[in-house]
């Protein structure tokens, strides 16, 4: 079983929808979530961050960590074509290195 | 807004030939990284780096690579004989702390071994 998974999609929305992308983790020493956003070719974005189960919103995105479940979700409100990228779950235990699932692809579509 | 910065945007090398990748971190950050992305697939962790040493590495991290951070800027990712699996983006990171704060990327260095 992968330490985290995550649906490569591609996922297509139309501008306007609210998108939920998800992943799932087996290990339970993750304590630390992160998702980025990545456009083709470019580096990682940090969009949020939480340590928490609960709810985190910031603008329109909304970050969901439910640790019982080993389930994470971001959701992106009114959704722009500006939104289409690559977006990646992180995670974090004890240790330093952040563990990536392999992205889902979203488009936006006019 | 702080950034971390790499360069260069892209290398080209030879099999065999030895390379330097250049990563100037978050000017307070203490803990550096470098993780790689071959195409098409998950970026994936290398080493971290916290005061002047390694903390954490992969398998990946084998002994063709090595990190240094030569002065209080700059910090660099040598993979001293290239291969061809080794083309992949290469990408640094910093945090102000460890594990319980964000890790911010910079732009990537792609890497292309012929």
């Known amino acids: 079983q992968k330490e985290v998974e995550q649906d490569p999609g591609p996922l297509s929305v139309p501008e306007g929808a609210i998108v939920s992308l998800n992943c799932t983790y087996s290990?339970?020493?993750?304590?630390?979530f992160m998702w980025y956003r990545q456009y083709s070719r470019k580096g990682p974005e940090l969009l949020m961050y939480t340590y928490s189960s609960g709810n985190k919103e910031d603008g329109r995105f909304t970050a969901q960590v439910d640790k019982s479940s080993k389930y994470i979700s971001l959701f992106i409100r009114d959704s722009q074509p500006s939104d289409s990228a690559t977006y990646l779950c992180a995670m974090r235990g004890g240790g330093n290195k952040l563990t990536f699932g392999t992205g889902t692809q979203l488009k936006v579509e006019l | 807004e702080p950034e971390v910065t790499q360069t260069p945007s892209h290398q080209v090398t030879q099999m065999g030939q030895e390379v330097i990748l250049r990563c100037v971190p978050i000017s307070n950050h203490l803990y550096f990284y470098w993780y790689r992305q071959i195409l098409g697939q998950k970026v994936e962790f290398l080493v971290s780096f916290y005061n002047n040493e390694i903390s954490e590495k992969s398998e990946i991290f084998d002994d063709q690579f090595s990190v240094e951070r030569p002065d209080g800027s700059n910090f660099t990712l040598k993979i001293r004989s290239t291969k061809l699996e080794d083309s992949a983006m290469y990408f640094c990171?910093?945090?102000?702390?460890?594990?319980?704060?964000?890790?911010?990327f910079g732009q990537g260095t792609r890497l292309t071994v012929v």
């Open positions: 290990n339970s020493a993750f304590q630390y």
């Open positions: 990171a910093s945090s102000l702390q460890g594990s319980n704060t964000e890790a911010f």
